[in-house]
């Protein structure tokens, strides 16, 4: 499931740190720190990976 801004990448990046150990859980805010909790390494790794050229940097809710 590829990332669909920018935001959302950078997000399960951070995320995605925190579950490896690279940086504390107790820094983590947002999106991030909910992604964390709810996802496998796994799926932070494919959010993370999505390349971000072409994407908006924020998506609209509607």
Do not use: W
Not at 7 to 18: D, E, I, S, V
Not at 20 to 48: H, N, Q, V
């Amino acid at each position: 499931m590829p990332a669909k801004s920018a935001a959302q990448q950078k997000a399960a990046g951070a995320a995605l740190a925190a579950k490896r150990g690279a940086i504390k859980k107790s820094k983590l805010k947002g999106a991030s720190k909910s992604m964390e909790k709810s996802m496998s390494e796994r799926e932070l790794d494919e959010l993370a990976s999505t390349k971000r050229k072409g994407k908006p940097e924020h998506v609209s809710k509607s």
